[in-house]
């Protein structure tokens, strides 16, 4: 056979379920340098996440890079294991904050977690990773234990005085490892003291093999129940779990019980609380119904919320059940970079694809998002502007003053707090404001990728022959209206629930159609303006980035000059002390909105206060290996950076109106060349010549190269 051959057979090789055994005693021997080998079912699912480690910033998506940075410094991980459940990171953090206090023995190890959520949350996503991360995971166990149950429960039929012994022979930490040890199943307990039918004369321990099984959900460790599969009990499925994952499928939506009978679900109270299994384990020999069998399981249940209340409603003692279980909410994604990176995951495992416009996916993530956010007019700022700070995007935006008791005013005794000392909003604040309500419904994401699915369909069927095919941005907005407006007209007919007809509405108004070139353009177009303003600046001044530091570095170093008195100051760029420039900090202070002399010498005055602020804030945010890797830059101050942006803003517009006006013939030669190389950046950003030329037309069309705002 050839190496190549060879080669392939290896590749094809697979782990075996057993990976080894050792003797009882040389088991407790290693726990001392490996106790995680008598982990709890959740010590073990913890650990097999964190294994798989943290989402690589440098290896992911550009666009996706603010977000995550801004969870690092929030101390919200992004757990590889969870990646691909596109915007989790904030439920998988509570979920993890679960099992991690149930691995240290907290009460949690006694409830099963329920997450709740409408369709297409990413309910099932969540727990098929959790499945997936415990997929060849070892675990040890009694050698032909029906449960795999963890071999430290065998000590639990010792007395006293022989733990004491074990102990001090074994080490202290032996007692720390009991303390989550189960009373053994009557199987082991045979096995022990039974030869057959015949009791032993001598049981030992000394006597039992332990093996490092992996868990599988094709052999043990990884189970599945749900109330509408036929022959199978929730009782055989929480055996099959034992020592891994026990998963529950929609499992409170079954339908009600007849008079005299005990809802199979009862069997789960003894399986959180109790950690045990009522009946016991049927070996031939021991009496099930008198014997219990131990449990280390993690359960995890989903749902959605009208299931659970009407369980619940119906249970004669309801805290039986909540007091058992940890409820999650599972909300709709509500990170625009995330729902983009959802889309392109999906488009990946299609056989052909359009050609798509750099912006067209972000089109529909807007919709999409901006229908999960709502529209609560009570929530500051607006959606759009939420929308780009839960993505990353540092903005600054000013909190409003609480309200007083002198007269109705703001601030103290009714007066407006000077903008240099204004408090400003942070992600945190805006999910507090939001509530837990945000996500709970909207265009789910099953909708979106049928959308997707269907756009990909007719973007490969249109233009004209032998031309690609493309998706433009302003093509997929008016695939959305078209979508909507479908649903709209079928929801006459059909029905629909009350939440469906308020996301119709909802999307019906951020898609509407501008009546003339002069009218203000609704939510979703608005936000394409935007974005594509943003662009046109960003090719034609690559060096945009650069002039930004510049600046920045201008203005700290003349405003620490002017709010130290001097008039001088030494220009490292120029080498000599040139006089302090105040034309220029004036211009920069009208742009952040700063007009009165108090106001301007007030925020001059507090530049270095506000790096060590802001500094400390994020150093308080992240962990001290963190806090060493903050960078200050010309974003580091929001408002400063907004003046600096507005003054090159408004200076590229101008090269940006002529360029674009102006016929080829008619431009100098630097004009001519600016525009060739510009045009090539539009390409390097991913347009074709097809869906570039719609994006110029549209932009000279409604001269984008001039504020929105």
């Not at 098929?128 to 430290?152: F, K, M, R, S, W």
Request: include cysteine.
């Amino acid at each position: 056979m050839s190496n190549h051959g060879n080669e392939l057979i290896e590749l094809l090789g697979l782990d075996a379920l057993h990976a080894g055994s050792m003797n009882y005693p040389d088991f407790l021997q290693v726990l001392k340098e490996h106790p995680e080998y008598a982990d709890t079912a959740a010590g073990s699912l913890v650990r097999a996440v964190k294994s798989k480690g943290l989402v690589d910033l440098t290896k992911t998506a550009p666009e996706r890079i603010p977000y995550l940075e801004m969870l690092q410094m929030m101390r919200i991980p992004a757990y590889k294991a969870f990646d691909h459940v596109r915007g989790s990171q904030r439920v998988v953090a509570g979920i993890m904050k679960h099992f991690e206090a149930a691995a240290g023995n907290g009460y949690q190890l006694r409830q099963m977690l329920t997450l709740i959520g409408g369709p297409g949350s990413g309910k099932s996503f969540l727990v098929d990773a959790l499945a997936a991360v415990l997929e060849g995971q070892i675990v040890y166990t009694v050698a032909g234990c029906p449960l795999h149950e963890n071999p430290l429960n065998l000590l639990r039929l010792l007395k006293q005085e022989q733990l004491e012994k074990l102990a001090a022979h074994l080490g202290p930490h032996i007692n720390e490892l009991m303390k989550a040890t189960l009373e053994p199943c009557a199987h082991c307990f045979r096995q022990l003291m039974f030869d057959g039918e015949t009791p032993r004369e001598t049981p030992n321990l000394s006597n039992i093999t332990v093996n490092a099984l992996r868990l599988s959900s094709r052999n043990a460790g990884v189970s599945v129940w749900s109330p509408s599969t036929q022959g199978n009990s929730l009782k055989t499925a929480l055996q099959d779990g034992s020592r891994g994952l026990v998963r529950l499928v929609e499992a409170f939506s079954a339908k009600g019980i007849k008079p005299g009978e005990v809802s199979e679900l009862q069997i789960l109270l003894e399986a959180t609380e109790g950690r045990r299994i009522p009946g016991g384990v049927s070996d031939g020999h021991s009496n099930e119904a008198k014997s219990y069998s131990p449990f280390d399981g993690v359960i995890v249940a989903e749902t959605n919320k009208g299931s659970w209340d009407a369980f619940i409603a119906a249970q004669p003692d309801p805290d039986a059940f909540t007091r058992r279980n940890r409820i999650m909410t599972v909300t709709y994604n509500t990170v625009r970079t995330e729902e983009v990176q959802a889309y392109t995951d999906f488009m990946k495992n299609l056989h052909a694809v359009p050609h798509m416009d750099p912006l067209a996916l972000k089109v529909a993530a807007t919709l999409a998002v901006a229908s999960r956010m709502g529209d609560d007019t009570s929530v500051e700022p607006d959606l759009i502007t939420r929308m780009r700070m839960y993505e990353g995007e540092r903005i600054s935006v000013t909190k409003k003053p609480a309200p007083t008791p002198y007269g109705g005013g703001y601030g103290t005794y009714g007066s407006q707090p000077k903008p240099a000392d204004a408090e400003k909003v942070n992600v945190s604040d805006l999910w507090k404001a939001a509530g837990e309500q945000e996500g709970t419904y909207g265009l789910n994401m099953g909708f979106m990728l049928s959308f997707i699915s269907q756009v990909v369909d007719v973007g490969l069927t249109m233009g004209p022959p032998h031309k690609p095919k493309c998706v433009s941005a302003l093509t997929m907005l008016n695939f959305l209206r078209q979508r909507i407006g479908s649903w709209a007209q079928t929801a006459k007919t059909v029905g629909v629930t009350k939440q469906e007809e308020k996301v119709i509405e909802r999307c019906l108004s951020y898609l509407k159609e501008i009546e003339s070139l002069s009218s203000t353009p609704a939510l979703v177009e608005k936000e394409y303006r935007r974005l594509l303003r943003a662009q046109l600046l960003q090719v034609f001044a690559p060096t945009y980035e650069q002039r930004a530091a510049e600046d920045f570095d201008t203005y700290v170093l003349h405003a620490r000059a002017f709010a130290g008195g001097k008039s001088k100051v030494f220009d490292p760029r120029h080498r000599a002390e040139i006089d302090v420039n105040v034309k220029f900090l004036d211009e920069m202070d009208s742009a952040q909105g700063l007009y009165s002399r108090e106001d301007r010498e007030r925020f001059r005055g507090s530049v270095d206060a506000k790096f060590n602020q802001i500094v400390r804030a994020q150093a308080q945010q992240a962990g001290e290996e963190e806090a060493n890797q903050i960078v200050i830059d010309w974003r580091t101050i929001p408002e400063l950076a907004k003046a600096i942006s507005s003054k090159l803003d408004a200076e590229i517009a101008k090269k940006v109106e002529r360029i674009l006006t102006v016929q080829v013939a008619d431009l100098a030669e630097d004009e001519k060349k600016l525009r060739s190389e510009s045009m090539q950046r539009f390409r390097d950003l991913g347009y074709c010549d097809v869906c570039l030329e719609q994006a110029l037309n549209y932009s000279k069309d409604h001269k984008l190269w001039i504020s929105q705002s």
